[in-house]
């Protein structure tokens, strides 16, 4: 059993939204410094989340062009992603031979699950939370090309723009930051009008407009 | 290994193809018939419970489990192939219903041509036309006799589209390049949303032929021959790689299972993956006897029938034959044998991704909402001088955007791929930016082939598939073409920046480009050149028929589904009337 890890976030850095927990009680914690919430981990040890909050925050930064990676949650989504079956490759084809260096087009022929590309991705990360913005970047610069670094992009995205049960896109600020209304009962009276205008529907989450629980996969085996 | 009770009819895979054969058999005849699907059951009534794009697009929740059974691919015969360990390229389904549950639902047929390309080429050309490596052949049906069967199969589905060929006449608005059609749409064109709008009057202006793309997504409610009713598309965006949340795009679990529940003489047993065909040898050849499979708990059953039908979709028909050991395996060295040749996937990917200044509002549209021109596709236009034969169609589809698939795409002119600048760019062009596609005709080569894996297995031990897949420089040249004229066209729709195609080099199994695998168990007029004959029945084993898309000799630029359900409502035919008064060789 691994020890109980928490990640702690203030108030303040996460721009005082909603939170999920583990749980996925909802709560809703104000923008004033000493609030702050405990979020406990899956995977990742506190001192790794902040690590994947930092470079995700470098990826998706949080800048005039609206939030990013940091108050939509993308640490507590990747941590759950990788304690759930896609983390330990559940259901990716893992018979051997490997072929590490195959050309591009075979896509990923690795032996290293999510997990393990994670783990060793992060070691060469460390201290990595402790750094300006200038080096951090620099630092990411030096791994672009490394398979951790594209698996933490693509991650980063997903939970900039998944569907909250999944523990990113808090408050649904990544969908409203790109005009993204959420799954929609219906776009019959609207698909063919708005043509050259922006429509902008209330986004609404999938638990939200079905009033049923998701089922989310990293819950599952 | 436990012997069930003998059946009439055993049906292998419980999607479109196998589905249909068992409403067929089972509503006009009386026979017993048993269909065995490998995957689960579904319930079609939750599928707005599934509405999640993380878990269903981009993990794959209603696909084949990779970690079962996958392909190995390599590009040529002297390349060690690799196991494709995560779907990317194409989408094979799992469960009831199949992929036919998750697709987009774009149903147009192929150009009458398609099925004579062999002797048409040669007719207008001569040989010379044909690449050096080409093994196209003729399918051994015309349009002519599977035109009933495409209308009846539409008339199923409740296609929504327009005619442009009426008996001869052409039709504004319609596809005036289609084969004739005996009858209109049962449904009127879906909506067409603003890009594929903007699609349609630049096409127009540049003087083609654009018609909306004919769409099992239906435009109202409809009740089907069946007596099966289904609501009109709210155009909610969520088609491709899910299942549709009221019904409105058919899916066999809400066109053909209510039918098939109803009767009962059809059995669907879920969990059973079939691993053999069973048979025997005789004085006249080979005679199917059933199939064994391994229950959902494990158990190994030989279920015994009178007439075995293959519906398990292309990679496993051939996988079936191949490891059951009926008929010849295709030799490229010799050209010898059938089973595994004419492997084909189709020329399918974003010709031009065009940028604009306006919001496009993409996450509203459906799996076929959109608009094409055939004006370059098969063999209606002129290719004096041009480095390749036939062609394929430009389309602007509004499938709905869902952001995970869709964000992070920017202009050339934007360099980096994360940070600020990124971002800010991705953000503005989120929902400013569409892709026009172009699905091409994909030739068959000696050189393209399915065999068994000698490396990899499945999750019983049986040897994976193995592609020996590569372009050639007809689908190269054809795609450096309609890649241009899709900048062409993005220009002409206000794009202020547009990323054209890089073009084809070798298969990449990395980028989506279709689920429209075909070839395999190819049909045709001689048994030295085809697995099944013109009714899908198995050349030499006369009580196995194989059905789907692994009986294309080659691939057209059209969705398969029309083509792949009306061959099996003609074979459905063939059996009724012909085949069960006197079972034995049909052609």
């Known amino acids: 059993m691994r020890r109980r890890e928490f990640l702690t976030l203030s108030a303040a850095s996460i721009g005082g939204v909603v939170v999920y927990s583990l749980d996925r009680k909802a709560s809703r914690i104000s923008p004033q410094a000493g609030n702050s919430i405990r979020i406990p981990l899956r995977f990742f040890t506190e001192a790794e989340a902040l690590i994947v909050a930092a470079a995700a925050s470098c990826i998706f930064p949080s800048d005039e062009a609206g939030p990013g990676a940091r108050e939509a949650g993308v640490a507590v989504y990747i941590d759950r992603q990788l304690a759930g079956p896609w983390g330990r490759d559940r259901h990716r084809y893992t018979q051997e031979p490997f072929e590490e260096n195959a050309p591009m087009e075979f896509g990923y022929q690795g032996q290293a699950t999510p997990q393990q590309i994670y783990h060793q991705g992060l070691k060469e990360l460390k201290g990595f939370a402790g750094l300006g913005p200038d080096e951090q970047n620099q630092k990411l610069k030096q791994i672009e090309t490394t398979v951790f670094f594209s698996l933490l992009r693509q991650n980063t995205i997903e939970g900039m723009f998944c569907d909250p049960t999944h523990g990113g896109n808090i408050d649904l600020l990544g969908w409203q930051m790109i005009g993204f209304p959420g799954p929609r009962m219906s776009n019959f009276d609207d698909v063919d009008k708005h043509f050259g205008e922006a429509f902008r529907p209330k986004p609404a989450s999938l638990s939200q407009m079905t009033g049923r629980k998701a089922r989310a996969s990293e819950d599952q085996e | ?587």
């Open chain 2, 1 to 587: 290994m436990k012997t069930l009770p003998s059946v009439d009819v055993v049906i292998v895979g419980g999607g479109w193809t196998g589905l249909l054969m068992a409403k067929e058999l089972g509503s006009r005849t009386s026979l017993s018939v048993v269909v065995l699907e490998r995957g689960g059951p579904r319930n079609a009534d939750n599928y707005g419970d599934d509405m999640d794009e993380l878990d269903y697009s981009i993990r794959f929740r209603m696909m084949q489990d990779a970690s079962r059974e996958t392909v190995t691919l390599r590009h040529t015969t002297t390349e060690r192939a690799l196991p494709l360990r995560q779907h990317a390229s194409f989408f094979p389904g799992a469960g009831v219903g199949g992929a036919g549950e998750h697709w987009n639902g774009e149903f147009p047929r192929m150009l009458p041509d398609c099925f004579a390309l062999l002797s048409k080429t040669i007719e207008k050309y001569g040989a010379e036309r044909l690449p050096e490596d080409h093994s196209i052949q003729d399918w051994g049906v015309t349009y002519d006799e599977l035109e009933p069967h495409y209308m009846r199969v539409e008339m199923l589905l409740g296609i929504s589209g327009k005619a442009g060929n009426l008996r001869g006449k052409q039709m504004e608005g319609g596809n005036i390049f289609e084969g004739w059609r005996s009858g209109e749409y049962p449904n009127p064109p879906v909506k067409i949303p603003y890009f594929s709008a903007m699609f349609r009057d630049a096409t127009k202006a540049l003087g083609y032929h654009p018609y909306p793309i004919p769409a099992a997504t239906i435009s109202q409610v409809y009740t089907n021959p069946d007596g099966i009713a289904r609501p009109g598309c709210t155009y909610c965006g969520f088609c491709e790689r899910f299942g549709c949340m009221i019904g409105a795009k058919a899916q066999p679990t809400n066109t053909l299972l209510p039918v098939i529940q109803k009767r009962k003489n059809v059995a669907l047993r879920t969990g059973a993956t079939v691993r053999r065909i069973v048979y025997d040898t005789t004085q006249n050849g080979k005679r199917a006897r059933g199939v064994s499979y391994i229950d959902a708990t494990g158990q190994e059953i030989f279920q015994p029938a009178e007439v075995v039908f293959l519906a398990s979709w292309t990679l496993n028909n051939t996988r079936l034959l191949l490891l059951s050991q009926i008929g010849e395996p295709y030799d490229p060295a010799s050209g010898k044998g059938t089973v595994g040749r004419n492997l084909t996937h189709q020329v399918y990917y974003p010709a031009a991704t065009a940028f604009f200044e306006k919001p496009l509002n993409r996450f509203m549209g459906s799996g076929a909402a959109g608009v094409r021109i055939a004006d370059f596709d098969g063999d209606l236009f002129d290719h004096s001088g041009l480095p390749f034969m036939r062609g394929g169609i430009l389309l602007a589809l509004s499938l709905g955007f869902r952001p995970i698939a869709n964000f992070g795409v920017v202009p050339q002119s934007v360099k980096p791929k994360w940070g600020s600048e990124w971002k800010k760019a991705a953000v503005h062009y989120y929902d400013r930016t569409g892709n026009i596609v172009f699905h091409g005709e994909h030739l068959a080569y000696k050189g393209n082939f399915m065999d068994l894996d000698p490396v990899y297995k499945d999750h019983f031990g049986d040897p994976l598939i193995r592609f020996t897949l590569d372009w050639r420089e007809n689908e190269r040249k054809m795609a450096e073409f309609a890649t241009a004229k899709a900048v062409e066209i993005a220009r002409q729709m206000g794009a202020k920046e547009v990323t054209p195609f890089p073009g084809l080099r070798s298969y990449d199994a990395t980028r989506s480009q279709s689920t429209h695998i075909q070839g395999g168990t190819i049909m045709g007029s001689s048994p030295d050149r085809s697995v099944v004959n013109p009714y899908l029945q198995h050349w030499q084993v006369s009580n196995l028929f194989v059905l789907g898309g692994s009986v294309f000799p080659q691939n057209a630029s059209a969705n398969p589904t029309p083509t792949i359900l009306a061959l099996t409502s003609r074979t459905a035919d063939a059996v009724v009337n012909r085949y069960l008064k006197n079972p034995s060789a049909l052609a």
